[in-house]
């Protein structure tokens, strides 16, 4: 019988930083195999909910679930291990490492080979390791960087080290993929390439949470939308419902974003 | 001996301690760099005093004034030379540059110098002074003069005047300080020339208290440091608190228990402090 | 801040260089002019291991440790102490000796690493401190500052043959190089390993690496207690060579030593620093300068390095690679 319950569910998530509150009483749910889009202005708490959601912050209330298994007060490593893989909206890559050396260790910490295996080199070990190359190798062909894999990430653009990170957060097979800005500072070659994996990955039953200013990507991608102000939900829906909502659009404007609103709602 | 001399006596090491911890943690509040050459900047400042009373007939007040603008000029060279290209968040960087310029400055004083320890004779050795019914050497008294009045003038720049606001500002974060019209680099440099200054005034007063000789500066370094450590990094109100904390516990050891104990008193506090409040007496909590 | 690459720059030429230092440096008592060279070469091994350990947790976890000669002179007395008060073989003395220090490392690194980077470096050089007070003041157990004196040698025996004699210069040589390689390679063998990629991850970037499920804290311990065995090892030996040991052996030289050799050499670059351990001890020997002037020396190199090459040797001439294969790419 497959499981009623969503692959995420976020209940009454509140955080404050010095009396003023980034987060006020989120909830909302996650369904397997879906792109929930997580959208709102500068400031409206969308970084802050994420990072308390991924352990990288402590919130003071609420619950997050995923699978059914409790992850409030977690420590980040212990959250992503559990299944919640994230992207940093500053990218955030090993510079120093190649590409290889990059997405391998993003894996290490889960395919369950102790420490001391590691060290004695046993087969179990080798045999990980192996694995992680082929599944690296094959998500570096993915984001197009197959050429690149033997140089320092320093080597790449920030588009490319973008693309880097999203293999990475691939790497270990995640529940759920966060992804944070992803279009961030990148040019339109690289976000029609992001937009066009992310697709095809969630076509292949990958559940992804991105949280993006550019509204146009997130109507055209997400199949549902959660949109955020002064750290509260403002609405939830599917796109074509929160393009139509007049609240929304209302907390858009006044803001330097109202203008890009606009257009991403009614300029096509 | 009488507690209340052994108490005494420690709150005037504390108050010596205090300059050269409030030093220290002013310089890494503004620059984030912990600096492992403050120990002989320290020893330059009695040094200087040294060679000042010794073989150019100072007065010991001009000297120790003298001594101390000396040392400041030292470190204003050092932050325009060394400091002033360490970024924030090079943190390591910052301590192994300040850790060579402290192995030179040493090993070139030992050279120049001779590692022969030396007695500072002034005017005002040997002779004590009567407090509350205590007896206090003068030098002691003096030393302790200099220390409250070089502290409650730096508590004053730093709250009352738009430079001292700057510095505040540059602790907590680079953009205040813009929005308070100063440029970092300048309120960064004038924070080393505080820091240094009073590190060289704390060698100086000390010079006739203690014997003189370039190895004189590692192990007031480590208390500095551990002044720092328990005050909690970077805060000044902290720096002399703790400094005066670890004066009383290492008079008090030394006094009721012996010599090691006195010497393993700052080890003690330190270890009982990061048990219980491991960011410091006034640090705001663990990392996560 | 220090970094690692693990991309090892030019593998043949490495390879052989590699080949030819082994064979110099397994052959030196052979055509060593005199005991002295020998005795210095010697000296060079031992501040290879210990600048190793220091490597492992600055270089690789990206930690600044001033606890390397605490638990050099931890081993020291540890296993002086096991020999002449309890009768133990060097050898098992050496054994334990490291065991101590590891032990020691991860009770103090629970404490340390909760608080911040900066309070790091400071706990770990009061740990030094403290140590070295507790040796000088501690004297029912220690003696003081008189030392242990009248260390035996260590031998390496097969049957009742004696292979090596611990007694002469080549003989303490060849234990030392024996010791150090094994040391070193299994240092190596374990940094290329996932566990070594882990220390750099963290080192790099901590919150990326906790966001792909790594504790940053479970490999910053390990490190540290990884530099602690190192380090309290090539203590343990290093006092059979000396055949005493007193609170000197926690003399702010060596700790000053180790991390000028860290830092020149690279931090985060293996072969590098193990050079530069070589460099360094024969540098003096060479320039026959007085102690002040050597140490004068070795803190302008230190300064200009930091100022000018922070990554050291190692992480120059990486970045020239780097540089190199860009153009061409």
């Known amino acids: 019988m497959p499981s009623q319950q969503p692959l995420l569910s976020v209940e009454n998530l509140s955080k404050s930083f010095s009396g003023i509150r980034a987060v006020d009483d989120l909830t909302f749910a996650v369904e397997r195999g879906e792109i929930l889009g997580l959208i709102g202005p500068n400031g409206s708490g969308k970084s802050t909910s994420i990072d308390c959601i991924t352990g990288f912050a402590r919130a003071d209330q609420g619950s997050v679930l995923l699978d059914g298994k409790r992850l409030t007060g977690a420590r980040a490593e212990q959250i992503a291990q559990a299944g919640l893989s994230r992207t940093f909206q500053n990218v955030r890559v090993y510079d120093r490492l190649t590409l290889m050396e990059n997405v391998l260790i993003a894996r290490q910490a889960y395919d369950g080979v102790p420490w001391w295996q590691a060290l004695a080199g046993t087969q179990a070990c080798r045999g990980a390791e192996r694995r992680a190359s082929e599944r690296g190798r094959e998500l570096i062909h993915l984001v197009g960087l197959a050429t690149m894999s033997a140089f320092p990430a320093a080597f790449l653009s920030y588009g490319q080290k973008k693309l880097l990170a999203l293999a990475m957060a691939l790497m270990s097979n995640p529940k759920i993929v966060i992804l944070d800005e992803p279009l961030a500072g990148v040019n339109p070659t690289v976000i029609r390439r992001i937009g066009g994996l992310i697709q095809s990955l969630n076509s292949n039953g990958q559940t992804f949470i991105i949280v993006e200013h550019n509204v146009q990507f997130i109507m055209e991608h997400c199949s549902r939308v959660v949109v955020m102000e002064q750290g509260r939900k403002l609405a939830e829906g599917p796109p074509s419902l929160i393009k139509e909502d007049e609240r929304v659009l209302h907390a858009y404007l006044g803001k330097a974003d109202a203008v890009a609103m606009e257009l991403a709602f009614h300029g096509q | ?288 | 801040m220090a970094a690692a690459s693990m991309n090892s720059p030019w593998p043949p030429l490495r390879r052989l260089g590699l080949s030819a230092c082994a064979v110099i440096l397994f052959t030196l008592p052979l055509w060593s002019p005199s005991d002295y060279i020998t005795g210095i070469a010697t000296l060079a091994i031992f501040f290879a291991v210990a600048s190793t350990g220091l490597n492992v947790v600055y270089g690789y976890a990206g930690l600044l440790s001033f606890a390397q000669v605490g638990f050099w002179g931890l081993g020291a007395y540890v296993s002086a102490l096991l020999v002449t008060d309890h009768g133990f073989s060097p050898w098992t003395a050496i054994g334990c000796a490291g065991a101590v220090c590891v032990f020691t490392s991860l009770a103090g690194g629970l404490a340390a690493l909760r608080v911040s980077r900066d309070a790091f470096v400071v706990i770990t050089l009061s740990f030094s401190l403290l140590l070295q007070l507790l040796a000088r003041s501690w004297t029912s157990l220690t003696r003081g500052a008189m030392g242990i004196p009248g260390l035996p040698s260590p031998q390496v025996r097969l049957g009742d043959a004696i292979l090596l004699d611990g007694n002469t210069a080549s003989g303490f040589y060849w234990i030392a190089l024996g010791c150090g390689a094994l040391v070193v390679a299994a240092t190596w063998w374990l940094l290329r390993s996932r566990v070594g990629r882990a220390f750099v991850a963290v080192n790099l970037d901590e919150n990326l690496a906790r966001s792909q499920g790594i504790s940053v804290f479970l490999h910053q311990l390990s490190a540290f207690a990884l530099s602690a065995l190192i380090g309290g090892l090539a203590g343990a030996l290093y006092v059979f060579k000396l055949g005493i040991v007193d609170p000197g052996i926690f003399d702010i030289y060596y700790a000053q030593m180790m991390l000028i050799i860290v830092i020149v050499g690279g931090a985060g670059h293996f072969w590098f620093v193990l050079l530069m351990s070589f460099v360094f001890t024969a540098l003096p020997e060479l320039l026959r300068l007085a102690p002040e002037l050597r140490m004068i020396l070795f803190g302008l190199v230190l300064i200009i390095t930091i100022q000018f090459m922070p990554q050291g040797l190692g992480g120059y001439l990486a970045d020239r690679r780097n540089r190199m294969l860009r153009r061409t790419e």
């Not at chain 2, 005494?8 to 409030?22: D, E, H, K, P, R």
């Not at chain 2, 680099?185 to 590190?199: D, P, Q």
């Open chain 2, 1 to 288: 001996m009488l507690v209340s001399t052994l108490i005494l006596n420690g709150l005037v090491m504390g108050a010596i301690y205090a300059l050269i911890g409030v030093g220290l943690s002013l310089i890494f509040g503004v620059l984030e760099i912990v600096n492992f050459a403050h120990g002989q900047i320290y020893t330059l400042g009695a040094l200087a005093l040294a060679l000042l009373v010794g073989h150019f007939g100072f007065g010991f007040l001009p000297a120790a004034f003298v001594s101390a603008l000396g040392v400041a000029a030292f470190g204003y060279i050092l932050y325009v030379l060394f400091l002033q290209h360490i970024r924030k968040g090079e943190f390591e960087r910052g301590i192994i540059l300040t850790l060579g310029i402290g192995i030179v400055v040493q090993n070139a004083l030992i050279y120049f110098y001779g590692a022969t320890p030396q007695i500072v004779d002034t005017e005002f050795s040997f002779r004590d002074i009567n407090f509350l019914g205590l007896r206090v050497e003068m030098i002691k008294a003096i030393a302790v003069g200099f220390a409250i009045v070089s502290i409650t003038a730096l508590h004053l720049v730093l709250t009352r005047t738009r430079f001292g606001m700057a510095i505040r500002a540059l602790s907590q974060n680079r953009e205040a300080a813009l929005v308070v019209g100063m440029r970092p680099e300048v309120v960064a440099g004038h924070a080393v020339v505080i820091g240094t200054a009073l590190a060289g005034l704390a060698g100086a007063v000390l010079a006739p208290v203690f014997t003189v000789h370039p190895l004189m500066g590692a192990p007031i370094l480590f208390k500095a440091f551990a002044i720092v450590i328990i005050g909690g990094l970077g805060h000044l109100p902290g720096a002399v608190v703790a400094s005066l904390i670890i004066g009383v516990s290492e008079s008090l050891a030394g006094g009721l228990g012996s010599a090691s104990l006195q010497d393993a008193a700052v080890f003690l506090v330190m270890i009982a402090m990061l048990q219980f409040r491991p960011m410091g007496l006034f640090g705001k909590g663990v990392r996560i």
